[in-house]
T-cell receptor, first 115, second 110 residues
């Protein structure tokens, strides 16, 4: 149990386009999901906390209009990188919080490359 | 704001040798501390957390509030322990929001 999937696993897009990344909890309902960003050889940086049915909470320095988060159901959160630029190229990882257990389960990550 | 520091980016040991991956944190309250592991080409997964006081795969970690440390230890390293290890902190009552350290790559040589 406690499996989190991400789709797509990798995406290449042109500068100026928007890219949507999906995060799904496959066998449990997650009221809270998290989005992280990881640059090569660096640690995970929390971008935002995604709350089902309400607005996401963004970390300082993360542009909410650039990184749109939608958590419309208890099993799905989406991250849309709008008007992507090469500096947005990174590894994006989501996690879902197992309710009541204070534990996060991580997705496999999505590698975004913006040309 | 909280901060997690892992001073070693790379730790290389021989099989059977003891291992200690260091983690120091700064936080004014009472945090919850975790160790996550990422094996090659796999996703991040929880190794252990300080409140459970368990030994997982031979690893242990003790929270030292005086030194604000949560070092990960194993008496005899195995080759399959080679992976990336991340120390993480969750502030008390913060809905499990995690702050990660920079990570330490452990290489266990045969």
């Amino acid at each position: 149990g406690a499996v989190v999937s991400q789709h797509p696993s990798r995406v290449i897009c042109k500068s100026g386009t928007s890219v949507k990344i999906e995060c799904r909890s496959l066998d449990f309902q997650a009221t809270t999901m998290f989005w992280y960003r990881q640059f090569p050889k660096q640690s995970l940086m929390l971008m935002a906390t995604s709350n089902e049915g309400s607005k996401a909470t963004y970390e300082q320095g993360v542009e909410k209009d650039k990184f749109l988060i939608n958590h419309a159901s208890l099993t799905l959160s989406t991250l849309t990188v709008t008007s992507a630029h090469p500096e947005d190229s990174s590894f994006y990882i989501c996690s879902a919080r197992w309710p009541g257990f204070n534990e996060q389960f991580f997705g496999p990550g999505t590698r975004l490359t913006v040309l | 704001a909280q901060r997690v520091t892992q001073p070693e980016k790379l730790l290389s040991v021989f099989k059977g040798a003891p291992v200690e991956l260091k983690c120091n944190y700064s936080y004014s309250g009472s945090p919850e501390l975790f160790w996550y592991v990422q094996y090659s080409r796999q996703r991040l997964q929880l190794l252990l957390r300080h409140i459970s006081r368990e030994s997982i795969k031979g690893f242990t970690a003790d929270l030292n509030k005086g030194e604000t440390s949560f070092h990960l230890k194993k008496p005899f390293a195995q080759e399959e322990d080679s992976a990336m290890y991340y120390c993480a902190l969750s502030p008390n009552n913060a809905g499990n929001m995690l702050t990660f350290g920079g990570g330490t790559r452990l290489m266990v040589k045969p």
